[in-house]
């Protein structure tokens, strides 16, 4: 789900504009909270609960940026009355003081998802323009420490071919910093392949992993938890309740 559509910043390997989704200026696809929870409710596809629908906030535009932040602690606050898993990716940084009410609200672990995205350290000028600086955005790890239940990883995505791969000892020591695990995700784009995105109403396709990816994973692995996509640690979260 989005309050916005588009996004301020101009990611070079961004999906948007295969969406015909507008880059690097104010979107004015602006969708009200109201519409969004009565949608919501009301998708026959809806589940409920703790084992219920996965929610995620933020495929189509970016849900921290200060034009959307206020609409997405709006949702998230009706949201995590729920009680379903909510996920939230972002390339900004999010502030304790911000947060700090909807934290409070989380009544098991695993029901709020914080990923925090990166597709380079080194190059983020050149690949990632208009985003928070890597540093700056990294610093939203400090939430762990404000509630165990809240989750949050590092969320390498996509994996930019020979770019990636060069910052593999500063996301080690990020890593052990803040001891966290990560989500190397799939590429999604519009190079058409056996495997259909399960996002951009079918015009996005899961692209073979590459060897940066494979070697990152590998690497990684030695460190913490590597997952594939954003679903994986949820779902094993929901094993582990059933038993
Ligand atoms: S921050 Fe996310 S939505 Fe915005 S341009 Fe970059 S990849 Fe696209």
Redesign the pocket.
Known sequence: MNTNLG?R???SY?Y?PILDLK?GKVPNQEKSVTSIINYLLSHPLFIQGKQGTILSIGCY??CWDEINKSATIELLNFLLTLENPIQIAT?QFIHQKEIRSILDKIVWCGQLSIYISSATISFWNKY?KG?CSPLERFKSFNLKKEKKELLMFLYLKPVLENITIKDIELYSSLIEKYDIDVIVGETFNAKVSEKISSVGDEKLYIQDTSDDYKNICKDLSNLCIVYSNSIEPIEKIREKMNG
Do not use: Q
């Open positions: 996004c910043s101009n990611c961004c948007l880059l535009s970016e390339k990632e985003t």
